[in-house]
Structures are given as structure tokens and as C-alpha cells.
């Protein structure tokens, strides 16, 4: 079956510096989508990349889908106190009659030190 | 709140015993989805519905999880004769119905099993 596999599991960084977390499917993707969930809460929606190659920009997050469409990462400029908690990628794959159910990668758990 | 809400919040069983959750999706959307999240791990797919077919099932889902979404509205969980390994948050999420569209999640049901 479908695998999406992200990296690293754990992220620690000190307040202000960059942040990058990859994500990568074993198949060929519909579209892939970004979720934050913060200790305690439920996964929120971020964004979902659908084009071959497209980066897409929220602030000081930027999104990149691959050219292959298997592969996605998640860049925070400057964290902030804020930034704390789990980001899942979300690989979605068209199968017509299917769920398209989205698989979810482990998470990559970012701490940020003040 | 026009969001997706879920009862109960919490819940702590004996082993063996049968539980209920429910899920109330936002209003307009089509699409229902179940998901199973344990501690560390990225949500994974349980059951999904389209109005009220319930068209796609993870092997994940035993024969002792039973879902239904009755008039197409709201959904229920049951999982009978319950084992400490189904401790877990239970997330429901919804969808507008077109295909690879956002999923939104409600705030999960924390199942305890002792």
C-alpha cells in the first residue's frame, strides 16, 4: 500500500532560525496536503499543492510539491514561540470511486528553544 | 461553530466493554471520514462516506468497529468488546464532495481503555 514516510521526526531549533521538514510517498500523488496540529489539539489544514513543481507561500511558510509528484517539504522562515507543534504531510491519491482517502506521514515534531 | 464537533471528548472503558462516539460534520459537506490517531503517529485512515454509503474501509477497521451514517447527517463509531490496543483519539472530518478537496477535522474523541 501507499507509504508516506517524513523526516525528520523531531525538529529542535532556537527561536528565529529556519525549519525544513521533507516528506516522500512510495507512489506517484494526486495532491499532497499540510496539517499542524499543536499539543493537545487536532490536525488543521495548511494548505494542498496539486501541481507538478508548484511552491506555494503563506508568510513565512512555503510549500513545494516535486516534479515527480512523490516528494513535498514545508520551509518556515524565522520561527516563532508559535510555530510549536506537529506538521503531517498528507499524500492523496484519485482513484475514482474511491475515498481518496489521504494517507499521513508520522510527523515531524518541531520544538523551539526561546 | 459551524465546525465539525465530536462526542464525547473523552472516554475511559473497561476492556470488553462497547463504546459509541459521534460525529456532527459541517453542514453542507458530502463527505464523512473516520481516522484513528495514536500518541507519536500521523492520523490513519479508518472509514469514509459519501452522503450515506459508506464506500471505503480500512483493514484497519475490525470486525468489532461498526460506522453508519444513518440520513446522510451526522455519524457514529462503535467499537464492541473493546481491547487496550483501540486507546486512541478517533477523528472525524469532512469534506465538500469534490474529489481531493480539504478535509476538515473535528477535535477528536480520546478513547481510554483500561
Known amino acids: 500500500g501507499q507509504q508516506v514516510m517524513q523526516i525528520p521526526q523531531y525538529q529542535h531549533v532556537q527561536e528565529g532560525e529556519d525549519f525544513t521538514t521533507y516528506c516522500n510517498s512510495s507512489?506517484?500523488?494526486?495532491?499532497i496536503q499540510w496539517y499542524k496540529q499543536r499539543p493537545g489539539g487536532h490536525p488543521v489544514f495548511l494548505i494542498q499543492?496539486?501541481?507538478?513543481?508548484e511552491v506555494k507561500k503563506q508568510k513565512r511558510l512555503t510549500f513545494q510539491f516535486g516534479e515527480a509528484k512523490k516528494n513535498s517539504s514545508l520551509h518556515i522562515t524565522a520561527t516563532q514561540t508559535t510555530d510549536v507543534g506537529t506538521y503531517f504531510c498528507?499524500?492523496?491519491?484519485?482513484?475514482?470511486?474511491?475515498?481518496?482517502?489521504?494517507?499521513f506521514g508520522k510527523g515531524t515534531h518541531l520544538i523551539i528553544q526561546p | 461553530d459551524t465546525g465539525v464537533s465530536q462526542d464525547p471528548r473523552h472516554k475511559i472503558t473497561k476492556r470488553g466493554q462497547n463504546v459509541t462516539f459521534r460525529c456532527d460534520p459541517i453542514?453542507?459537506?458530502?463527505?464523512l471520514y473516520w481516522y484513528r490517531q495514536t500518541l507519536g503517529q500521523g492520523p490513519e485512515f479508518l472509514t469514509y462516506?459519501?452522503?450515506?454509503?459508506?464506500?471505503?474501509k480500512s483493514r484497519l477497521l475490525s470486525d468489532r468497529f461498526s460506522a453508519e451514517r444513518p440520513k446522510g447527517s451526522f455519524s457514529t463509531l462503535e467499537i464492541q468488546r473493546t481491547e487496550q490496543g483501540d486507546s486512541a483519539m478517533y477523528l472525524c472530518?469532512?469534506?465538500?464532495?469534490?474529489?481531493?478537496?480539504?478535509?476538515?477535522f473535528g477535535e477528536g474523541s480520546w478513547l481510554t481503555v483500561v
Open positions: 507512489t506517484t500523488l494526486s495532491n
Open positions: 453542514s453542507e459537506h458530502n463527505r
Open positions: 462516506f459519501q452522503n450515506e454509503a459508506q464506500l471505503e
Open positions: 498528507a499524500g492523496g491519491v484519485f482513484s475514482g470511486g474511491g475515498a481518496d482517502g489521504l494517507t
Open positions: 472530518a469532512s469534506s465538500p464532495n469534490t474529489i481531493g478537496n480539504t478535509i476538515y
Open positions: 499543492l496539486v501541481k507538478s513543481g
